[in-house]
Each structure stands twice: as structure tokens, then as C-alpha cells.
């Protein structure tokens, strides 16, 4: 069974209704009219993971309908993944219905794409992986042109690299991603580009510094960074931490320390509620933060961070959750007004929406 064609025009239809529902949303705060930055309604994810269905000794690509396990929808193509995905799909089964080593025990299947052409593919078993298996997945990802790494418990065994290599374009400049395996990464890569150059416009060049919260593996750091002076991030997740500073090394960027705490600790610290050895050698009244960056979780700030934006002039905040960007800027509503409003499309054909806005002190 093939996922099936998404009808463009509905897309269109239901674009507009998400733009009214983020009209509607931030209408209490007088926020101007969303720029809009639309999908492909197609072939826009560049990752995809699939679990697989045992059916007259041939394991299938399958999805499950909401709330049950037992009920899976085959799969042979996904229109919603990238055209990379897509082409790997058939190639992968392939392999694994050739080789025993391969497909014995294999229970899930995932894919990460990028624009760029790179893709790397990992596989799941109930068993240990051995030197069989390892010998059969040398040969298919050298066939198939990817990374390769199987995963079983106690066992994380990778062919070629843990990662794949993203080139995305900022305002004419290209920049350099390795977004590993198992960490986050936007899913549509197109989209992601399109919420990177707003947010490089929306910045604007300033002649002071970056306060970053929630930079991940430094998707929008890379870019914002050549706006400030200079910038300072912090991320919790030591994936993330390694790949950001691998990024920031990558594309030669060097104004930017990036510390590995959460926004929580960091508010404590910039409080002065306690120390961080985190933040040792880390002079913070050296910096002279005009902008706060942060792409917070689903669940928004928690009031203490809410708190300690107010103090900048500039908040440059992107949502996954729009719920929870109107609770923040409800906080912060006394001080800062929304001046600039975004809808990014991340996932067409679902309610989600990733929006952007600029907060300006009043």
C-alpha cells in the first residue's frame, strides 16, 4: 500500500486556515500579520522511521493506525519522506530479503536525509549483531552510497560515519550541518532554510551580543552568530553540544562559547543564585546582551525564563507550539510587543504549526 497523493490544492486551503487560527492566536497582542512560509506538500521529511511487519516470510515497511499495534498499514513508498528516502526504501528491502544476516531478527528501519543528497540508514534487532552481519552491512551500504549502523541492546556498530552532512543556504552563504543519528534535527529540511533566513532578517546586524538558549546542534546559531559580536549558547544535550561545536568548527566560526547548561541554570546563574563550574572562565558581565534567542520545547519557557527575557530588548523567539508562545508572550506582554510574526509549515496536511516572532521592548 502506498501513502497517498496529497492534493495541493487542499493543501493551500488548509495553510490558510493555519495562518487565521495563528491570526487569531496573537490577536490579543496586536501582533501584525504572519509572513507565511509554506511546504512542499510532498516529499518534505528527511527522516523517516518504520517499523516492519512479518507477513509470508517477507518483512514490509509499516505504520500502524492510531492507538493500535496490530492493525499495520504496508508501506512501499511514503510520499511524505524525502525523494532520498524514497529511493532507499526498495533498494534497502532489497538487501535485507537477500541476506539472512541482514533481515534475520531485523524488527525497525530508520532514514536521515538531507538536501544535500546525504542520507544514513540504521537498523534495530532482537539479537546480537556479529561478524556476519557486520561483513553483509559493509557490502549494502557500499552499494547503497549511506552510513550504515545497527542497533541492538548493548550494541551500537557504524559503518562510514554517525552522521550526515546538511549544506544549508543563509542570506547567500552556505553552511555546514552534521546532524548525527538519534539527535533532533528539523525534519523538513526546506522549510528549516526558509525559518533560518527570516530569523537571520529579523535579527538584523547589530553591534552587541547573542544570548542563545535551546541552540541544539547550532541550527540557527551558525547563522545568527555573523550578525553579534558575539554569542553565548547553552544546550543540555551532550549530543547536541558535540555536533554544535563540531558546526561552529566546520564553518570557522569563532565567536560564539557555547556551555552546556539548561535555560533553568542559566537564569540561575545570570541571577547570580548560585555558580555553575560549567561557567568557569566564562566572564558573564563581559557580554552586552541586546538579543535572547530561544527555540524552546513544546512546553514553552517556564516562568523563570519567561522572566529573565524581559530584561533584554530584543526577544527572537521560534515555537513548535503556538499554545505555549502565547502563554510566554502573555508574561511578557507589559514590556514587549510583538513586531514581526512568521508561520512556518513544518508538517503539512496536520494542525502542527512552527511560527517565529520578534518581541521589542516598549
Not at 242 to 255: H, K, M, W
Not at 307 to 320: A, D, H, V
Amino acid at each position: 500500500m502506498s501513502h497517498p497523493v496529497s492534493d495541493p490544492c487542499r493543501y493551500a486551503a488548509q495553510l490558510d486556515e493555519k495562518k487565521q487560527r495563528l491570526i487569531e492566536l496573537l490577536a490579543p497582542f496586536a501582533a501584525p500579520a504572519p509572513d507565511v512560509f509554506a511546504s512542499a506538500p510532498e516529499h518534505y521529511r528527511l527522516r523517516a522511521e518504520f517499523r516492519l511487519w512479518r507477513e509470508k516470510d517477507e518483512r514490509h515497511y509499516a505504520m500502524f493506525e492510531a492507538g493500535t499495534k496490530n492493525r499495520p498499514i504496508l508501506l512501499e513508498q511514503f510520499a511524505t519522506a524525502s525523494l532520498r528516502i524514497n529511493e532507499l526504501m526498495p533498494q534497502l528491502k532489497a538487501g535485507w530479503q537477500a541476506s539472512s544476516a541482514l533481515s534475520f531478527k531485523l524488527f525497525q528501519a530508520g532514514f536521515l536525509t538531507t538536501l544535500a543528497g546525504d542520507a544514513l540508514i540504521s537498523l534495530c534487532y532482537h539479537r546480537p549483531l556479529d561478524e556476519h552481519w557486520q561483513a553483509a552491512a559493509e557490502q549494502l551500504a557500499s552499494e547503497l552510497g549511506v552510513s550504515l549502523i545497527g542497533r541492538s541492546r548493548g550494541q551500537r556498530l557504524v559503518i562510514g560515519r554517525d552522521h550526515v552532512v546538511e549544506k544549508l543556504q543563509v542570506a547567500g552563504r552556505t553552511f555546514s550541518y552534521r546532524q548525527p543519528e538519534g539527535a533532533f534535527t528539523q525534519p523538513n529540511g526546506e522549510v528549516n532554510q526558509k525559518m533560518l533566513n527570516w530569523a537571520f532578517d529579523a535579527m538584523g546586524s547589530r553591534q552587541d551580543d547573542l544570548l542563545e538558549l535551546y541552540c541544539g546542534n547550532g541550527n540557527f546559531t551558525l547563522p545568527l552568530a555573523t550578525r553579534v559580536r558575539k554569542v553565548l549558547a547553552t544546550e543540555i544535550s551532550k549530543t547536541s553540544v558535540y555536533a554544535a561545536l563540531a558546526n561552529l568548527a566546520d564553518n570557522s566560526i569563532d565567536n560564539v562559547t557555547l556551555v552546556r547548561l539548561s535555560a533553568e541554570e542559566l537564569t540561575q546563574a545570570l541571577n547570580e543564585v548560585r555558580p555553575f563550574r560549567r561557567l568557569q572562565g566564562i566572564d558573564l558581565k563581559s557580554y552586552d546582551f541586546g538579543t535572547v534567542f530561544v527555540d524552546p520545547p513544546r512546553a514553552g519557557m517556564d516562568p523563570d525564563t519567561c522572566e529573565l527575557t524581559r530584561r533584554f530588548e530584543r526577544i527572537l523567539y521560534i515555537s513548535c507550539n503556538p499554545q505555549t508562545l502565547a502563554a510566554n508572550i502573555a508574561q511578557l506582554n507589559d514590556t514587549h510587543q510583538v513586531t514581526r510574526c512568521a508561520l512556518f509549515d513544518q508538517f503539512p496536511f496536520t494542525a502542527h504549526m512552527e511560527c517565529g516572532v520578534l518581541l521589542s521592548r516598549r
